[in-house]
């Protein structure tokens, strides 16, 4: 059974990089085809994704929020991380980290989440 969990910070002031890690378990984050994404939902809206980094270490990004994410990995630690920089209260989210298959638009595997909360 594949276990992620977040962590890192639950608030932050504006201006400030975001920085999350996402530990794995039941399976490594090397394994052949799947994607390791970052996801968040804020208050009254829908999900929304920033981006994936693959089994082979290839990272994509969605364009919204591509100019302040980088998503990068420790295989010696099996995690994987998101940074967001110049964060503001409008970055006030649950974040979540999953893993999904290329051949499949849904992810198999979430994380509980993790509440950051930015303020002014």
């Known amino acids: 059974q594949v276990q992620l969990q977040e962590s890192g910070p639950g608030l932050m002031k504006s201006s400030q990089t975001l920085s999350l890690t996402c530990t794995v378990s039941?399976?490594?984050?090397?394994?052949?085809?799947?994607?390791w994404n970052w996801i968040r939902q804020a208050p009254g809206k829908g999900m929304e994704w920033f981006g994936y980094?693959?089994?082979?270490?290839?990272?994509y990004y969605g364009p919204s929020l591509k100019s302040r994410t980088s998503i990068a990995r420790d295989m010696s630690k099996n995690q994987f991380t998101l940074q967001l920089t110049s964060v503001t209260p409008e970055d006030t989210a649950i974040y979540y980290c999953?893993?999904?298959?290329?051949?499949?638009?849904?992810?198999?595997?979430w994380g509980q989440g993790i509440q950051v909360t930015v303020s002014s």
């Open positions: 999953t893993r999904s298959r290329p051949d499949s638009d849904s992810q198999d595997y």
């Open positions: 039941g399976g490594s984050i090397t394994t052949n085809s799947y994607y």
């Open positions: 980094i693959n089994w082979s270490g290839t990272t």
